[in-house]
């Protein structure tokens, strides 16, 4: 079966940087596009970014533009978060998806999900 396991979460402070990893397993990785989203208590699931199967395209919210970058290695089945100059408002439970068509902006429109990792930035 599917399944999609994130890590790499966990207590920063602000302005410092944390770096995700979700690795995946019973998908043929490189057909997939990969998103990953944020929730944060009380809040709906928030896209925060997502790349296409080769990794050849990416899409950032505007809150996250320019402060993190997404990154794939389909030879590891990986897909990496990388956040730079997190905020509080950053703070969330950050998951990944996987989608079999191209990127997607909407958490319906992914088909797999990992379990998330809490990311907590403190002022």
């Known amino acids: 079966q599917v399944q999609l396991v994130e890590s790499g979460g966990g207590l920063v402070q602000a302005g410092g940087s944390l770096r995700l990893s979700c690795v995946a397993s019973?998908?043929?990785?490189?057909?997939?596009?990969m998103g990953w989203f944020r929730q944060a208590p009380g809040k709906e699931r928030e896209f925060v970014v997502a790349?296409?199967?080769?990794?050849?395209?990416?899409y950032y919210a505007g809150s996250v533009k320019g402060l993190f970058t997404i990154s794939r290695d389909n030879a590891k089945n990986t897909v990496y978060l990388q956040m730079n100059s997190l905020k509080p408002e950053d703070t969330a439970v950050y998951y990944c998806?996987?989608?079999?068509?191209?990127?997607?902006?909407?958490?319906?429109?992914?088909?797999?999900w990992g379990q998330g990792t809490q990311v907590t930035v403190s002022s």
């Open positions: 019973g998908l043929t990785f490189g057909s997939y596009a």
């Open positions: 998806a996987a989608r079999t068509k191209g990127i997607g902006r909407r958490p319906s429109e992914y088909d797999y």
């Open positions: 790349i296409s199967g080769s990794g050849g395209t990416t």
